[in-house]
C-alpha cells in the first residue's frame, strides 16, 4: 500500500514507491493537493478510503481543534486523507423513469394557470436522455473579531477596570462558538474595560443646547412672522408676542437648554470595550456546464446525491478527479476562500461533490417532437417550449 504522511514542513506528502503496479493512488482514484498557507509544493494526498457516502467526522469532534471553545486562533496544518475508490455512480444511467417524468410534468402543469394539462397526460415519451452532472461546494467557516466603545447609564456600584485585572486581548476571549458552518453574530463586553468618563454629548453639564431654538428660549411668533404687528386697525399690536416678534420655545420652555438623553442629565457615563464576534460561512458553488440546454442557474433550488464529503480545518484542492472542470473548480474555490479570509480566521472548511439528476425527455404530441427537463432529487421540471400553452388576452 501507499505511504503517506506529514512532512518537517508540515506538507502532507505521498510516496507511491510502494505501490504495485497498475493499481497506482493516481489510477483508483482522484487525489487531494496541499492547500492552505503551508502549502509549498503541489504533492498531493489520497483521499478517504470509500467515495460513495463518505462522511466526515461527526460534529462532536469538531472542536478538537480548537478546545470546544472559540478563542485564540491557532494556526493550522493540512491533515491527512487516505486512499479511496473512483466513482461509482455512471453519469450515464437515467436516474428517472417513464413514470416518474410523467408525474412530474403533471405536478409542474398543474401550478400553471395558462398551461393544458392534455399534452403532459397523452404525450409519447421517446427518450430519455441523462444529461447527469456534478455539483462542487466549498463551505468556509470563519471568525472575526472586532472591538469598539460603548456606554451605558451609571448609577453607582462596581466599577470592573482595569486595575481589576488586565484587559484580555480580543482572541483571547473565549466564548460558545455557534454549530458549525452557521452564520451567527455575538456582542459581549470585554472584562476589565470599564471606566466612568464624562457624557461626550453634554461635555459632563448634563444638558444640551436646543435645537429647536438653538438655544435662545425664544422663536419667532408664528401669528405675525416676526413683525409684532396686528394688521387689525383696532389692535395694531400682535396679542401673541405682545410686539416684540418672539414667543417661549415650547420645547425647552424658554430655557435654551434640554437634558441631555444619552446620560439623562448625569454628565457621566460607563465605558467599556465591546467584543463583537462575527462567525461567516463562505459558500461557493462549480457546477459542471455540459452546454445542454438546460439553464444550470436552476440547479440552485435542488438537491443532488451526495458522492464525498470532506472535512477538515483546512482542506486540500481535488486533482485528477474524472471531470476535470471539479479539479478546476476546487482549486480556484479554495484560492478564492483564501483570498477572502485574509482577515477572517479559518475555523473548518468542508467540500462536497454531487452527482445532480438530470434528464432531458424527448416526447411527441401531435406528430411534433417536444422535451422538457427533469431535475435534482425533488425532480423539478423545467418546460420552456411546452406545447400546450393558453393565449392570455390584456
Known sequence: ??????????????????????????????????????????????????????????????????????????????????????????????YVSEEDVKEALLQYISRKHFYKSAPAKHMKVQNIIPLNTYRYRLETFTECRQTRQASELYDGGFIDSSDVASPPAPWDVVVDPPPLFTDCEMHIPVPHTYSVKNCPDCKGCGTTVCRSCKGTGKKTCSSCNGTGKNWQEDFPICTFCGGSGKVRCYKCRGSGKLKCS???????????????????????????????????????????????TDEHSLVYPIVNFPEPSISEGSQACIEQHRIQSAKRHILRQKQTIEVVPVSKVVYQWKGKLHFFYVYGNEKKVYAKDYPGKYCSVM
Open 1 to 94: 500500500p501507499a505511504c503517506h504522511g506529514l512532512s518537517r514542513s508540515g506538507i502532507l506528502s505521498l510516496s507511491l514507491s510502494h505501490t504495485p503496479q497498475g493499481n497506482t493512488a493516481m489510477e483508483k482514484g482522484f487525489l487531494l493537493g496541499a492547500s492552505g498557507p503551508c502549502s509549498t509544493s503541489e504533492e498531493a494526498s489520497a483521499l478517504p478510503s470509500e467515495l460513495m457516502d463518505n462522511s466526515s467526522t461527526d460534529q462532536n469532534k469538531r472542536m478538537n481543534d480548537t478546545g470546544g471553545k472559540s478563542g485564540q486562533a491557532k494556526q493550522f496544518l493540512p491533515e491527512e486523507h487516505e486512499e479511496f475508490g473512483p466513482p461509482q455512480r455512471d453519469l450515464n444511467t437515467p
Open 262 to 308: 444619552r446620560c439623562n442629565g448625569t454628565g457621566i457615563l460607563l465605558f467599556h470595550t465591546e467584543l463583537t464576534i462575527i462567525w461567516k460561512n463562505n459558500i461557493s458553488e462549480h457546477v459542471v456546464d455540459k452546454n445542454s440546454g438546460f439553464p444550470i442557474s436552476h440547479l440552485q433550488e435542488v438537491t443532488g446525491k451526495g458522492i464525498f
